[in-house]
């Protein structure tokens, strides 16, 4: 290979759709043919594709074929839930499925690698990336990392219906500096071990191909040149082989970033930390050869990064069959069968966060109902901020779901105001739907481009005029005595304490694809019972952020009646909703909690059991939640920190149990020198539906050496 061959293997373009067909920006239709770009990004449908794969695969002197990429975080044209919608669920084999359906129907366009499953730990609801991904615990990521890392790729990465996963964004992009995107990150070192390494340890391990470093630098170190965190973690460390791929534009970005002068130092400085791809500033192409004159790189550093690259093509089976994926058309069958699991995810990703006296489900009780709000039909906004190949009309909206599950009831609809608009004429009209209805349906929430990349808010209420119109809703509704029920739409746990407080029902929607409309019917009329648990918190103030349940303890925990503690003067500690919060229409009550052994020892494994009973008047599904507390360790530990999580389904009047099994080695943590360790003690051991400890029953084991 010459020196421009092989620095095509290590970069990556844009394409994109002009009117008469792809187009690939700039030179790259020639750059392709000359074997001077290797890999692509955003392009779609499996004609395209392959026109584009023959152009390098029949033209190029060395007939390499191209990757394909592309962003398919949550659905390639049928949408599931956006991840911390899909977080909700806790359940790592229906993650995993999504996974697998999203990537049969991406390879069915040609497509053969996905920039997902986004891992990154976020405890901070101002920052709009946190709707991509698991919300604020590293053991539900590290969860989420492994089943979607499982689905995406499939049994066998050759496989015509498997995608490369890229795990993203390396590391700790979460807690940039008040949550304002892109910002710089400075986090202590335990930190980064304890909350934001374990998922992507979690993709490593179940094989991810791929792994792209955040945009973002950690104290003055961007993770594009971070060698110590790459090259020494990942590859040196947890025997990383994948290929690392940059964020877009990204080596460019550390001339910005202060670190580099040009973009021969820039490419030099990512080339020796160990990213192999350069998506999209083409430092790799122009920058490299300089570098090399210079002595910054050699060529030896140039082909390893060349290897992994085509060792990733081998093994996705692109040099048996370039056109493999994409050369089948899916079954009506299939696609219809995808659409029926969008639909139950999407059901199942709704937490409930509150329901007065019953105000849920409305059943056949509400003939006439008055839907009211700019989320209401918006079908475009159902996708939340990625899309992939979904058109923005398609997804069925609240309104198109509720006239179809109840079709005898009259349903009137006024959006009142738009999402974030000042106009305020359309609320009267609204409001005046309410006299005459049974219930009243509020649709409420963000755009979808209000969170996700470059997403970060300040404000986290509801954005134009709607707490304008929810509040003269809710008045009318009231004095009409008829329930009001609320569905927040967003990326992220929003702000509304006064919703909240004045609301008969408040479900929290987030964004949940294709089938919301039909998602949200089943729950509000009672044909599922609501089983989401919140995967972030859920503050009531700005002040409160950021704001997670895995806090150490103070040495002056908050007290009201002592000054001298930890606690606002003007809002309380607690979140609005704890992490792990969500209602069902059952009523769940857990006893009798038993954990054995009594003393464990680092090479066991202990078992707790908890009877659960449905003491409500429908049938539901209960989420229990496995929680330890290590009372005394030379570091102070969490107040509490998730080992597991156990689902019970259960009729009305029905009781049964949930066990949890955990080896003793998860008991271990990092000790004062950062290693591992087992120290012998107490371990409270708590369990039941959500991270709020009055909630919990406990218990206390010890541990012995
Ligand atoms: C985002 C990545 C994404 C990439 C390619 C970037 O701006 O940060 O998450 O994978 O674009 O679309």
């Known amino acids: 290979m010459t020196l421009a061959e092989k620095l095509g293997q290590l970069t990556m373009a844009a394409a994109g759709h002009a009117v008469t067909g792809p187009v690939i920006a700039g030179d790259s239709v020639e750059a392709i043919k000359a074997g001077i770009i290797g890999n692509l990004l955003n392009l779609m449908g499996a004609d395209h594709v392959h026109a584009m794969q023959r152009l390098a695969v029949e033209q190029s002197r060395l007939h390499i074929p191209v990757l394909f990429a592309l962003d398919v975080t949550h659905g390639y044209r049928t949408l599931f839930p956006v991840s911390l919608a899909e977080a909700s669920l806790f359940d790592p084999e229906a993650w995993a499925l999504t996974a697998r359906e999203a990537a049969k129907e991406a390879c069915a366009d040609g497509i053969a690698m996905t920039f997902a499953p986004m891992i990154d730990v976020s405890r901070d609801p101002r920052w709009g990336r946190s709707v991509e991904g698991p919300g604020e615990d590293p053991w539900v990521g590290a969860r989420m990392a492994e089943a979607k890392v499982r689905g995406t790729q499939g049994a066998e990465l050759a496989s015509a219906d498997s995608l490369a996963a890229v795990a993203k964004h390396y590391c700790a992009y979460g807690p940039v500096t008040a949550g304002r995107e892109y910002a710089s990150v400075d986090i202590s070192e335990r930190t980064l071990r304890e909350v934001h390494l374990p998922p992507f340890e979690a993709a490593v391990r179940a094989g991810a191909a791929s792994i792209m470093p955040a945009f973002t630098d950690l104290a003055g170190i961007p993770m594009t040149a971070h060698a110590a965190l790459l090259d020494g973690w990942l590859r040196a460390r947890l025997g990383f082989e994948g290929v690392l791929v940059s964020d877009y534009n990204a080596i460019g970005e550390l001339i910005r ?17 160990g990213v192999d791809i350069d998506m999209m500033a083409s430092c790799y192409r122009n920058g490299l050869p300089v570098a090399l004159n210079r002595g910054l790189v050699t060529l030896a550093d140039i082909d390893r990064s060349v290897r992994r690259v085509l060792a990733l093509k081998e093994r996705l089976g692109l040099f048996d069959d370039p056109y493999r994926r994409g050369s089948a058309p899916e079954t009506d069958a299939a696609i219809a069968r995808r659409r029926q699991l969008a639909r139950d995810v999407a059901a199942r990703s709704i937490v409930m966060l509150t329901n007065r006296a019953d105000a849920l489900p409305l059943e056949g009780s509400a003939r006439t109902l008055a839907l009211v709000g700019p989320l209401a039909d918006a079908s475009a906004e159902m996708r939340g901020p990625w899309w992939a190949a979904a058109g923005p009309e398609g997804q069925v909206t609240a309104l198109e779901g509720l006239r179809a599950a109840l079709p005898r009831s009259e349903i009137r609809y006024a959006p009142g105001v738009a999402i974030e608009a000042q106009d305020t004429a359309g609320i ?3 409001v005046e739907l309410c006299d005459n209805a049974d219930a009243v349906v509020l649709c409420l929430g963000e755009a979808a481009a209000m969170s996700g990349e470059a997403a970060s808010r300040a404000h986290l209420g509801l954005p134009g005029q709607q707490r304008l119109l929810a509040e003269a809703v809710l008045e009318r509704a009231r004095a009409r005595s008829k329930p009001a029920i609320a569905v927040l739409f967003s990326g992220r746990p929003l702000i509304v304490p006064w919703l ?13 694809g294709s089938e919301a409309g039909n998602a949200i019917a089943e729950v509000i009329t009672g044909r599922v019972s609501p089983s989401g648990r919140t995967a972030m918190s859920w503050p009531q103030a700005v002040g409160q952020i950021p704001l997670f349940y895995g806090e150490r303890p103070s040495g002056r925990p908050a007290n009201p ?13 607690e979140p609005q909703f704890p992490f792990g919060h969500g209602l069902t229409y059952g009523r769940f009550v857990l006893s009798d909690l038993t954990v ?8 066991g494994a202990l078992e707790a059991r908890v009877a659960v009973s449905n003491e409500g008047r429908k049938a539901a599904e209960e989420t229990v939640f496995l929680f330890v507390h290590d009372k005394l360790a030379r570091v102070a530990r969490p107040v509490l920190e998730l080992k597991g999580v156990a689902k019970v389904r259960l009729q009305p009047g029905e009781r049964g149990s949930v066990r949890f099994e955990l080896p003793a080695s998860e008991l271990r943590f990092l000790g004062m020198d950062l290693q591992p360790v087992f120290e012998p003690g107490e371990v409270e051991i708590l369990v039941g539906p959500c991270a709020d400890r009055k909630q919990l029953l406990s218990t206390t084991i010890r541990l012995s050496a």
């Open 596 to 603: 054995t052994p009594e003393t464990l020892q680092e090479g």
């Open 561 to 573: 009646v002592d000054h001298y503690t930890s606690k606002y003067l003007d809002a309380p500690n």
């Open 257 to 273: 970033h202060g670190i580099a002068a040009d973009a021969a130092e820039a490419a030099a400085l990512a080339l020796k930390a």
């Open 500 to 512: 909240i407080e004045r609301a008969d029902a408040v479900l929290a929607a987030w964004f949940l």
């Open 428 to 430: 009267p009209a609204a």
